[in-house]
């Protein structure tokens, strides 16, 4: 399975590589890795501590016209889904199959979670989205 590939990679601010990589830079690796598409760099923020600029930018990747909203039990491989922390969307993950999604954590790093069954992330989630043309 593919998302094997991901699980050694360490958290890392603003990471974008296999040397380590923060939520979306884990999400850029796949889609470049897997699909060929180059998401956007999406580094303008302090840390993951930065949590109004994350969000503001995640709405405004998520806004644009290179995604659509999915509804919950509609989700496909490769999709993302996007979960609030402290009351802000801040993380994401990349769905792997029906429920289950690879996202990467500070003090964790990459690991694969059970999103709609799992405690700590199904209350937590805001939106499921799909790359491509509105």
Same mark, same amino acid.
């Given at each position: 399975m593919w998302s094997n590939n991901y699980i050694s990679i360490p958290f890392a601010d603003h990471g974008r590589d296999r040397q380590g990589c923060d939520c979306w830079g884990l999400a850029r690796l796949i889609y470049k890795e897997q699909l060929g598409?180059?998401?956007?760099?999406?580094?303008? %923020?302090?840390?993951? $501590?930065?949590?109004? $600029? @994350?969000?503001?930018? %995640? %709405? $405004?990747? %998520?806004?644009?016209?290179?995604?659509?909203?999915?509804?919950?039990?509609?989700? $496909?491989?490769?999709? /993302?889904?996007?979960?609030?922390?402290?009351g802000l969307p801040t993380h994401i993950?990349?769905?792997?199959?029906?429920? @289950?999604? @690879?996202?990467?954590?500070?003090?964790?790093? =990459?690991? /694969? =979670?059970?999103f709609k069954h799992e405690f700590q992330w199904n209350k937590r989630l805001v939106g499921i989205y799909r790359y491509g043309k509105k």
């Open positions: 598409i180059d998401l956007p760099t999406l580094i303008d %923020y302090d840390n993951i $501590k930065d949590s109004h $600029k @994350i969000s503001e930018l %995640y %709405y $405004k990747q %998520y806004d644009s016209n290179n995604w659509v909203e999915v509804p919950q039990g509609q989700e $496909k491989e490769f999709d /993302i889904v996007v979960f609030k922390i402290l993950g990349v769905v792997i199959n029906k429920n @289950i999604a @690879i996202h990467c954590e500070k003090g964790i790093g =990459t690991h /694969i =979670t059970d």
